[in-house]
């Protein structure tokens, strides 16, 4: 594996601060060196800047929409050279309105995207059905085709080109979904395996029929948008809108290996991460390890163990 890691240090999606803190810390915990370590080729193109944009006043009810959309041109720019590099795109959060850019970005190099996005939540409020006005409750909205006609123009949107069909999404472990937003998700027929079809289904046959579902006609790159909120609180509590009730590191880990072997990852989104919503070392610690483990298991990492193919006996 050839990864091209990309830090975002971004948390204007939303309101609380420490979610930019969310990139440095995952590399203090090692990622790079553990990837190296399983045998993958790591490119780390640093941390983003994003500019300061003044007097940042809400749209309708839509919160901080120029330093959004602003951020996130930039970060589809970066996440588009990375993948003409020819690495597997690994882009570290900041909050989940990052997916705009990066899936926008990764669809600029690979047209035909499916994307499984790991959350709690659905993030597929528009910017009409809102509730909060937080745009990390949102991402996906501006990037559907079928939702097009319900976006409004907004500051600093206007180069975003929706680029994911509603019938190359899947959802897991939702459990946290707006009225609205479930509607939306019902009228597009999305296909999701909230918390409930994890229990009923068991996570082994949730990733068969994901896989099933997506490479059903044309076998499309993945794009994995892994929201570290999915998993339940007691693994991941340093996080901006945790949720109880959600997947076990298990569940959590199997998603990324299963994934890992279909050999279609092209791009993987790791946001929310905040330290400051831990209220010890062990919560951040737990969850930014959590973050690490997961992505290792994107690139190989087993749980039955690894070894190099030169390997030799002594
Ligand atoms: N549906 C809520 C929650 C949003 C959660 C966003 B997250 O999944 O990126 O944490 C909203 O629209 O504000
Ligand atoms: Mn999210
Ligand atoms: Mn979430
Ligand atoms: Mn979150």
Same mark, same amino acid.
């Given at each position: 594996h050839s990864v091209g890691l990309i830090g975002a240090p971004f948390s204007k999606g939303q309101r609380r601060d420490g979610v930019e803190k969310g990139p440095d810390l995952i590399r203090s915990a090692g990622l790079v060196e553990k990837l190296r370590a399983q045998g993958c080729a790591v490119k780390d193109y640093g941390n983003m800047t994003f500019e300061e944009v003044a007097n940042d006043e809400p749209v309708g009810n839509v919160k901080r929409p120029r330093a959004v959309g602003s951020a996130n041109q930039r970060l589809s720019a970066a996440v588009h050279a990375v993948k003409n590099d020819g690495h597997t795109c690994v882009m570290l959060g900041g909050d989940h309105s990052l997916?705009?850019?990066?899936?926008?970005?990764?669809?600029? *190099? /690979?047209?035909?995207?499916?994307?499984?996005?790991? +959350?709690?939540?659905?993030?597929?409020?528009?910017? #009409? &059905?809102? !509730?909060?006005?937080?745009?990390?409750?949102?991402?996906?909205?501006?990037?559907?085709?079928?939702?097009?006609?319900?976006?409004?123009?907004?500051?600093?949107?206007?180069?975003?080109?929706?680029?994911?069909? *509603? /019938?190359?999404?899947?959802?897991?472990?939702?459990? +946290?979904?707006?009225?609205?937003?479930?509607?939306? #998700? &019902?009228? !597009?027929?999305?296909?999701?395996?909230?918390?409930?079809?994890?229990?009923?289904?068991?996570?082994?046959?949730?990733?068969?029929?994901?896989?099933?579902?997506?490479?059903?006609?044309?076998?499309?790159?993945?794009h994995l948008s892994y929201d570290i909120d999915a998993l339940d609180p007691s693994i991941s509590p340093a996080t901006g809108t945790p949720v109880v009730g959600g997947l076990t590191y298990r569940e959590g880990v199997y998603i990324t290996e299963h994934i890992c072997q279909t050999g279609m990852l092209s791009a993987v989104d790791m946001v929310e991460v905040n330290p400051k919503r831990g209220r010890t070392e062990d919560e951040i610690s737990s969850t930014v390890n959590a973050a690490v483990d997961l992505i290792c298991g994107c690139f190989g990492k087993r749980r039955e163990g690894n070894h190099s193919a030169d390997y030799k006996m002594p």
């Open positions: 997916a705009i850019g990066s899936i926008q970005g990764h669809a600029a *190099a /690979k047209k035909d995207l499916s994307v499984v996005w790991v +959350d709690a939540h659905a993030d597929i409020n528009t910017p #009409l &059905t809102s !509730l909060t006005g937080n745009i990390h409750g949102q991402p996906m909205s501006y990037l559907i085709h079928e939702l097009h006609s319900k976006i409004p123009v907004l500051p600093n949107f206007s180069w975003i080109k929706p680029c994911v069909s *509603a /019938k190359d999404i899947v959802y897991i472990g939702l459990r +946290d979904v707006d009225p609205e937003e479930h509607h939306i #998700l &019902t009228l !597009l027929g999305i296909k999701g395996y909230s918390m409930t079809e994890v229990d009923r289904l068991g996570i082994a046959k949730v990733m068969e029929e994901t896989c099933d579902y997506i490479f059903s006609k044309v076998k499309k790159p993945i």
